[in-house]
């Protein structure tokens, strides 16, 4: 059960109606599924970054890493390993990043935790690496201190 209030809140488990990734997990409604367990789905994305793009997708629905259990963020991330292991043999991918957009500020389309892997090669001109900006001592030290 979720521990409202603790540092991981939310609800986990249960299929939610409107979602479509719930669907494509019951399959109510199609996608180009290829890799399967117990836990997690990995179909292709609609709308590609790049050939091969693929999501890996629990089964079970919760929204924000925190919101998952420790069981099933393992289970998902043993998940993108596989799928990662199957876009290399299979398609001779070498070079991916591996993408989680966790809330909407942060692009978070689809309200059902879900991992971006996006095959990369030389020149294929993608950005995805943070900017590096400056920040005093002070203010670092601060944030370091509310996280210990
Ligand atoms: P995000 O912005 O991290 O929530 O990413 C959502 C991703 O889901 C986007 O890359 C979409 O292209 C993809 N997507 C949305 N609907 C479908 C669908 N029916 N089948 C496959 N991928 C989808
Ligand atoms: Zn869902």
Excluded: W
Aim: one cysteine or more; hydrophobic letters at 35%.
């Amino acid at each position: 059960m979720p521990r409202k209030g603790t540092e991981n809140e939310g609800d986990r488990g249960n299929p939610v109606p409107d979602c479509i990734f719930c669907k494509i997990v019951a399959g109510t409604i199609p996608s180009r599924k290829f890799y399967e367990d117990d836990a997690v789905i990995g179909f292709l994305d609609i709308n590609p970054a790049a050939p091969g793009h693929t999501l890996v997708v629990p089964k079970q629905h919760f929204k924000l890493i925190v919101d998952g259990t420790e069981e099933q963020v393992q289970k998902a991330f043993i998940g993108v390993r596989n799928v990662a292991g199957r876009l290399r043999s299979k398609l001779g991918c070498n070079a991916f990043n591996i993408l989680v957009n966790q809330g909407r500020e942060a692009g978070q389309a689809i309200e059902h935790f879900h991992v971006h892997i996006i095959p990369r090669v030389e020149g294929d001109g993608m950005r995805v690496n943070p900017p590096d900006r400056k920040m005093k001592d002070p203010e670092m030290d601060q944030i370091l201190s509310k996280l210990r």
